[in-house]
Structure formats: C-alpha cells, structure tokens
Antibody, heavy 120, light 107 residues
Framework: EVQLLESGGGLVQPGGSLRLSCAAS????????LSWVRQAPGKGLEWVSC????????YYADSVRGRFTISRDYSKNTLYLQMNSLRAEDTAIYYC?????????????WGQGTLVTVSS | DIQMTQSPSSLSASVGDRVTITCRAS??????LVWYQQKPGKVPKLLIY???TLQSGVPSRFSGSGSGTDFTLTISSLQPEDVATYYC?????????FGPGTKVDIK
C-alpha cells in the first residue's frame, strides 16, 4: 500500500524557515517523480515544486522559486521541501504527491498534508 | 505559462442529474489533462487521467472527454457522495497548473 507521510509543519514567523519531510513507502521510491502541492485555507490547489525520479530535474512555481528547495534522499525514501524567507501567503496545507511515472506531473497518491502557518 | 479555467465555479443539482464541468486551457495541451475530486476535509483523489481514462476504482458514472484546449468532466447520475470540489490539472509541461475548481453540491 502506497503511503506518504508528511511532517515538519508548524507556526513560523515571516522571514523564517521550515523543512518539510515526506516519508514514502509501499512503492519503489527511485522510480517515481514526486511533488509538493499546497492549499491555502478555503482556497484551491497550487502546485509548488516537483523532482523527477532520478533527482536530476526540479521545477518550481514562480511564487516560491529562489526561496524553496526540493530534494529527495533515496537511502531514507524521503522527500523534502526546504522553505526559506517565508511569507504570510505561504500559509497552507502542504501535500506530498506521487506521480504515476518517473517524470509525469500528475498525482495518483497524496499524503494527508502538513499545515504551515506563517504569522507573527 | 498556460492558464487553466473552469466553469461553472459552483453548481447545485439533484440526485440522479447529469452534471458537466468544463475546463479550458489557454493553449493546446493535447490530452495531458487530469481531473481530481476533493471532498470536504479530505485529500484530493485522482479520477481521470489522459483526459478520458478512468483511474482504477473510480465509479463508471464519471467520464472525461476533450483534447487540445477544451475538456469536460461528466457525472452521468449525481450521487450524494459526489458532493465535492472538482479540479482539472494540465501535465504536458511544467508548471503542472490546476484549474480553480468547481464546487458541486446537492439541490
């Protein structure tokens, strides 16, 4: 059974940093692209970042490029999102999502999400 | 970047009604489109990929069609458990943009 378990969310002040983690199990981690998708309270879905299966290619939404960094650790089967220079508008539930292949960017499995709140 | 729009933004229909949601891309995306269902307080669920292929386990009352710039999601007979927000998303190239969503409830 595919499982994606996010952690690392919490309350942080504007300008601060957080690192989100997503522990993956139930599939061959090195074979699939992974993404972070966020959802602000009461709002729609916003794709944030993705990384391909080999970890060689990453993409970012314009809203986070230069502030967020996606990475993956194959020894731990874990996806990360390092978030720096956080802003109030980054407040959202952050979901880890699995692609159906090594490179396709749609999502057949989602984690339960972790809430990030940016506020003073 | 390619923009995705959806219409209507919300709808209310009776149980058993046929419901159609439209998604439009600002440029052609072939058939690189998926649909998700997000029930209140829940995680999004993949319904359809490649514009018209039903994900395993999804009821057959859901169907998708279209290619290029115009796509539709149809629920052939609306059920109470279909109350949700439905999102389209393109995946032909980065960024994999979502539509703004269509909220469906029961009249």
């Amino acid at each position: 059974e595919v499982q994606l378990l996010e952690s690392g969310g919490g309350l942080v002040q504007p300008g601060g940093s957080l690192r989100l983690s997503c522990a993956a199990s139930g599939f061959t981690f090195s074979n699939y692209a992974l993404s972070w998708v966020r959802q602000a309270p009461g709002k729609g879905l916003e794709w944030v970042s993705c990384i391909n299966a080999s970890g060689t290619t990453t993409y970012y939404a314009d809203s986070v490029r230069g502030r967020f960094t996606i990475s993956r650790d194959y020894s731990k089967n874990t996806l990360y999102l390092q978030m720096n220079s956080l802003r109030a508008e980054d407040t959202a539930i952050y979901y880890c999502a699995k692609g159906p292949s090594g490179y396709e960017n749609y999502f057949d499995y989602w984690g339960q999400g972790t809430l990030v709140t940016v506020s003073s | 970047d390619i923009q995705m729009t959806q219409s209507p933004s919300s709808l209310s229909a009776s149980v058993g009604d046929r419901v159609t949601i439209t998604c439009r891309a600002s440029q052609g995306i072939g058939n690189y489109l998926v649909w998700y269902q997000q029930k209140p307080g829940k995680v999004p669920k993949l319904l359809i990929y490649a514009a018209s292929t039903l994900q395993s386990g999804v009821p057959s009352r859901f169907s998708g069609s279209g290619s290029g710039t115009d796509f539709t999601l149809t629920i052939s007979s609306l059920q109470p458990e279909d109350v949700a927000t439905y999102y389209c998303q393109k995946y032909n190239s980065a960024p994999p943009t979502f539509g703004p969503g269509t909220k469906v409830d029961i009249k």
